[in-house]
């Protein structure tokens, strides 16, 4: 059974920094592309960032290129998402999500999802 678990959410102040993780269970996780999306409330789940199974590519969104930073440590089955200089418009529920195939700005191209984690910034 695969499971994706995400933390490190919370409340941040605009120009503040988070770090959020995914940590993943019940598959191969090296040999899988993950991506991370958001969902603020009221608009549909958003593509964030996406990283090659290898770590080697990573892709994101024009709305958090320079500011956002995709890793992946294989060795610990553990995805991260560095934020900085956050705004308020960032302010959503962060999923993290395994790639099954296709393109991998869209969620219908990934097949497992974690559960969540809220992240909220304040101006």
């Known amino acids: 059974q695969v499971q994706l678990v995400e933390t490190g959410g919370g409340l941040v102040q605009a120009g503040g920094s988070l770090r959020l993780s995914c940590a993943a269970s019940?598959?191969?996780?090296?040999?899988?592309?993950m991506g991370w999306f958001r969902q603020a409330p009221g608009k549909e789940r958003e593509f964030v960032a996406a990283i090659s199974w290898i770590g080697g590519s990573t892709y994101y969104a024009d709305s958090v290129k320079g500011r956002f930073t995709i890793s992946r440590d294989n060795a610990k089955n553990t995805l991260f998402l560095q934020m900085n200089s956050l705004k308020p418009e960032d302010t959503a529920v962060y999923y993290c999500a395994s790639k099954d195939r296709g393109n991998y700005r869209y969620t219908g191209a990934y097949d497992y999802w974690g559960q969540g984690t809220q992240v909220t910034v304040s101006s």
């Open positions: 019940g598959r191969t996780f090296s040999s899988y592309t």
